[in-house]
């Protein structure tokens, strides 16, 4: 397949997995879905905030060593965010504890737009922004697509202009169907759905897809939904149907389930 320019804008942070797993590794949707694009071999660059601390050091170590590009991420004085995370037996994670660190302060700067503005594709984690990046970029030349279901905060989850909207439903057939339906009402391109050991689904209002998960033995599903964006992604720019991208999103996903986090890293211990 072709290489590409992405641009991926929003949050970082670390994972901190609680005994007895005891590991601290770098992670966030914007951090995944870049990482992920980058090891499918397109040319990736990050837009957000690291704190001036040993940890946004190695958020910004860790990307380097992953091929994407870090000149445009900005270090802020404070604290980079983190997660609590524990893991049930089945490899599920429970978020018991979020600190959003200097991630709720990042906003791209003007010189940051006029970079996005010759990507390829721009994908959107999670950010305070009210909806300002997807907005200002609805009139410049990339497609754009957005995880709303990293935040919880209506005020930021807004989709129109949206080329593509990714969302999780959970195992919710009903709500799945309903959310699709949703997007294309507020005038998104393609809306893609995941539901867990459900599959997933996208339309895009004249086609419809759908597909099941790949059989993997679960370690951890920390970054699984963003591993699905990238790999949906790599086979959207690509020209692919919405079927092949699903088929793309969901084995990219199965891979890092057989992992702990995101992506394959090296862990610090707690």
């Not at 309903?178 to 997007?183: G, I, K, P, S, V």
Request: glycine share 12%; with cysteine; proline share 4%.
């Amino acid at each position: 397949m072709s290489r590409y320019r992405f641009a991926v804008v929003g949050d970082n942070c670390v994972d901190r997995f609680q005994p007895p797993l005891g590991q601290s590794l770098i992670g966030g949707n914007a951090v995944n879905v870049a990482i992920q694009l980058a090891l499918l071999g397109h040319d990736v660059a990050y837009f957000g905030a690291v704190g001036n601390d040993a940890d946004g050091r190695r958020t910004l170590d860790i990307l380097r060593m992953n091929g994407v590009t870090v000149d445009h991420v900005q270090i802020l004085p404070g604290e980079t965010a983190y997660t609590n995370i524990d893991l049930t037996p089945d490899g599920d994670r429970v978020f018991t504890f979020e600190e959003f660190g200097v991630c709720q302060r990042y906003c791209p700067s003007e010189a940051d737009f006029s970079v996005l503005a010759g990507m390829d594709h721009v994908h959107i984690g999670w950010i305070r922004d009210e909806g300002a990046v997807r907005r200002r970029l609805a009139t410049e030349k990339p497609s754009v697509s957005q995880d709303i279901s990293v935040n919880n905060d209506a005020a930021h989850l807004g989709v129109d202009t949206l080329t593509i909207a990714f969302g999780s439903a959970g195992e919710d057939l009903v709500r799945a169907t309903l959310m699709l339906a949703e997007f294309l009402t507020s005038g998104v391109g393609v809306g893609v759905v995941t539901r867990g050991s459900g599959g997933s689904a996208a339309t895009n209002g004249r086609a419809y897809a759908e597909t099941g998960i790949s059989p993997v033995d679960v370690v951890d599903t920390t970054g699984a939904g963003d591993s699905f964006i990238a790999g949906f992604l790599h086979a959207f720019l690509a020209g692919e149907g919405l079927e092949a991208c699903l088929i793309s999103g969901r084995d990219c996903a199965a891979r890092t389930c057989g992992h702990a986090g995101g992506f394959p890293q090296q862990p610090h211990p707690l």
